[in-house]
């Protein structure tokens, strides 16, 4: 066979034995193959109604999926598309099925209890498709994670065995797990690939163990070729998971099948995973994967930007990697927030007081602490930061550069040690140059000081936002 769509009546003869004949009769006997697209991971195939796309969707989805991925493994993403002319008429059979939905619901669950429905078929991976090499950007931050990860595709389970990639959140280690996933399913159609957070994987080994299909549940994970466990850690403390966990990782490990982890935490510093797991997990490769600096992250923002078509200038770019100092997903929360926004002003260009309202909105419900300044291409200079600050203590600026301790006087120092750090990016030394050639040591606690009044002082926060008007206005 030659052509794609020769496999078609093969997935209809597959899941005529899945599916009763009624409803094979009324929800598949119509639905048409159209194309595989994206190296064969999507397909797209014909349904006569939405209603009839609704209901595999939400009934059929997982007879429907193995079957297709009996014959087109590396499909992941099903697209369906509705026959125009048909999509009015709704098929006679369905309408009466309609009316039996209930029934068929309660069949489908008797169903359901019977086979194990919580292991998903051979040939689903649950990797998604959104998760390739192509779209991970690599910065200094993740780049050994991401060329050990290439090696581990191109030498599956000799080179890094087992590979182990630790972070805080939102660093990229889902996303990196799955395109090693991807990629191997792509080189390797035929292999047997899954993808599991550990939380699943914990559930699984439950549910097996009250349906009393413990053996089941072991020949179905020591069939796997290659193991990609998300979020170890969650196992920490399960200690039947971790004990039937680290028989597989025995029996995986043996017969060179590749083993990938990830966890929040190194090996080592996970409380609670017994030692004798914790010694397999650096048998192999431990790599972490770094909080991106200023530079990282520009360049992320920049991949992004460009991939979802939102228009920013170089000043915007950097203003969010500088107040996004946390982690990725917080940059893409952030963009889609932008994308947004533009979306919702079509014709009217994406001004700076956007972005800052944006930035300071999300900034109040999330962890970043970068400081959101409203200096985006205006200039600004040493000299309009200390009057806005003379301005809002009432003082003069010889006050500021003299030697008066008096606390008032002293504060306002502080504020402006703080403004030309975070606003001008000056160093420590040269700051205290322009403040009357005081220590830079001195200038340094003045900064750290104000960075904790900020969080904790509400009428510190107050004197900050009016200065920073002052400064706008300036
Ligand atoms: P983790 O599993 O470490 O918590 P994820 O893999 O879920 O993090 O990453 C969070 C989000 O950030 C995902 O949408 C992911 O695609 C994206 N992401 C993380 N690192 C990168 C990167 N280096 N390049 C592109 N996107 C990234
Ligand atoms: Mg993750």
């Given at each position: 066979?030659s052509?794609?769509?020769?496999?078609?009546?093969?997935?209809?003869?597959?899941?005529?034995?899945?599916?009763?004949?009624?409803?094979?009769?009324?929800?598949?006997?119509?639905?048409?193959?159209?194309?595989?697209?994206?190296?064969?991971?999507?397909?797209?195939?014909?349904?006569?109604?939405?209603?009839?796309?609704?209901?595999?969707?939400?009934?059929?989805?997982?007879?429907?999926?193995?079957?297709?991925?009996?014959?087109?493994?590396?499909?992941?993403?099903?697209?369906?598309?509705?026959?125009?002319?048909?999509?009015?008429?709704?098929?006679?059979?369905?309408?009466?099925?309609?009316?039996?939905?209930?029934?068929?619901?309660?069949?489908?669950?008797?169903?359901?209890?019977?086979?194990?429905?919580?292991?998903?078929?051979?040939?689903?991976?649950?990797?998604?498709?959104?998760?390739?090499?192509?779209?991970?950007?690599?910065?200094?931050?993740?780049?050994?994670?991401?060329?050990?990860a290439?090696?581990?595709?191109?030498?599956?389970?000799?080179?890094?065995?087992?590979?182990?990639?630790?972070?805080?959140?939102?660093l990229?280690?889902?996303?990196?797990?799955?395109?090693?996933?991807?990629?191997?399913?792509?080189?390797?159609?035929?292999?047997?690939?899954?993808?599991?957070?550990a939380?699943?994987?914990?559930?699984?080994?439950?549910?097996?163990?009250q349906?009393?299909?413990?053996?089941?549940?072991?020949?179905?994970?020591?069939?796997?070729?290659?193991?990609?466990?998300?979020?170890?850690?969650?196992?920490?403390?399960?200690?039947?998971?971790?004990?039937?966990?680290?028989?597989?990782?025995n029996?995986?490990?043996?017969?060179?099948?590749?083993?990938?982890?990830?966890s929040?935490?190194?090996?080592?510093?996970?409380?609670?995973?017994?030692?004798?797991?914790?010694s397999?997990?650096?048998?192999?490769?431990?790599?972490?994967?770094?909080?991106?600096?200023?530079?990282?992250?520009?360049?992320?923002?920049?991949?992004?930007?460009?991939?979802?078509?939102i228009?920013?200038?170089?000043?915007?770019?950097?203003?969010?990697?500088?107040?996004?100092?946390?982690?990725?997903?917080?940059?893409?929360?952030?963009?889609?927030?932008?994308?947004?926004?533009?979306?919702?002003?079509?014709?009217?260009?994406?001004?700076?007081?956007?972005?800052?309202?944006?930035?300071?909105?999300?900034q109040?419900?999330?962890?970043?602490?970068?400081?959101?300044?409203?200096?985006?291409?205006?200039?600004?200079?040493?000299?309009?930061?200390?009057?806005?600050?003379?301005?809002?203590?009432?003082?003069?600026?010889?006050?500021?550069?003299?030697?008066?301790?008096?606390?008032?006087?002293?504060?306002?120092?502080?504020?402006?040690?703080?403004?030309?750090?975070?606003?001008?990016d000056?160093?420590?030394?040269?700051?205290?140059?322009?403040?009357?050639?005081?220590?830079?040591?001195?200038i340094?606690?003045?900064?750290?000081?104000?960075?904790?009044?900020?969080?904790?002082?509400?009428?510190?926060?107050?004197k900050?936002?009016?200065?920073?008007?002052?400064?706008?206005?300036?």
């Amino acid at each position: 066979m030659s052509v794609t769509s020769d496999y078609w009546p093969l997935v209809l003869d597959s899941l005529k034995e899945k599916v009763s004949s009624s409803n094979f009769k009324a929800w598949f006997s119509r639905v048409e193959f159209v194309s595989t697209t994206n190296r064969g991971r999507k397909i797209t195939v014909a349904v006569p109604s939405d209603f009839n796309k609704k209901y595999i969707e939400k009934k059929l989805s997982k007879e429907f999926r193995e079957s297709i991925n009996k014959f087109y493994p590396q499909v992941i993403h099903i697209e369906y598309e509705v026959s125009k002319e048909e999509q009015e008429e709704m098929a006679p059979v369905q309408q009466i099925l309609t009316l039996e939905e209930s029934e068929l619901e309660k069949m489908q669950q008797k169903e359901e209890k019977k086979d194990s429905s919580y292991l998903p078929g051979k040939s689903i991976s649950n990797l998604n498709p959104k998760y390739t090499f192509d779209n991970f950007v690599i910065t200094r931050s993740n780049e050994l994670v991401a060329n050990v990860a290439n090696g581990v595709v191109k030498q599956l389970g000799t080179l890094y065995n087992p590979l182990f990639i630790h972070s805080s959140v939102g660093l990229g280690k889902t996303h990196l797990l799955q395109a090693v996933g991807g990629a191997v399913a792509e080189q390797n159609p035929s292999l047997n690939i899954k993808y599991l957070p550990a939380e699943t994987f914990v559930n699984q080994f439950i549910l097996s163990l009250q349906k009393k299909e413990a053996a089941k549940f072991r020949e179905y994970y020591n069939s796997v070729d290659v193991l990609l466990i998300d979020d170890i850690q969650f196992i920490a403390g399960k200690e039947s998971t971790q004990q039937i966990f680290f028989h597989l990782f025995n029996e995986l490990h043996q017969q060179n099948k590749q083993i990938i982890i990830t966890s929040d935490k190194p090996p080592k510093e996970i409380l609670g995973m017994e030692e004798r797991l914790v010694s397999r997990f650096e048998w192999g490769m431990v790599v972490d994967i770094l909080k991106p600096d200023f530079e990282d992250r520009v360049a992320i923002i920049k991949d992004k930007v460009e991939r979802m078509e939102i228009l920013l200038n170089e000043n915007q770019i950097e203003k969010i990697a500088k107040v996004i100092d946390t982690n990725v997903r917080e940059i893409e929360g952030v963009l889609n927030k932008i994308k947004a926004s533009m979306q919702m002003i079509p014709g009217r260009d994406f001004t700076n007081d956007d972005l800052i309202k944006i930035l300071e909105g999300y900034q109040a419900l999330n962890g970043a602490t970068g400081y959101v300044s409203n200096n985006l291409g205006a200039p600004i200079n040493p000299d309009k930061i200390l009057q806005a600050v003379c301005k809002l203590f009432t003082l003069q600026k010889s006050d500021i550069l003299g030697s008066s301790r008096q606390k008032d006087i002293a504060l306002a120092r502080q504020l402006t040690c703080w403004f030309y750090k975070n606003e001008l990016d000056l160093s420590y030394p040269v700051i205290g140059k322009l403040l009357g050639g005081r220590d830079h040591t001195t200038i340094m606690h003045g900064c750290k000081k104000v960075d904790k009044l900020r969080e904790t002082d509400q009428k510190m926060k107050e004197k900050i936002q009016l200065a920073k008007k002052f400064l706008q206005d300036s």
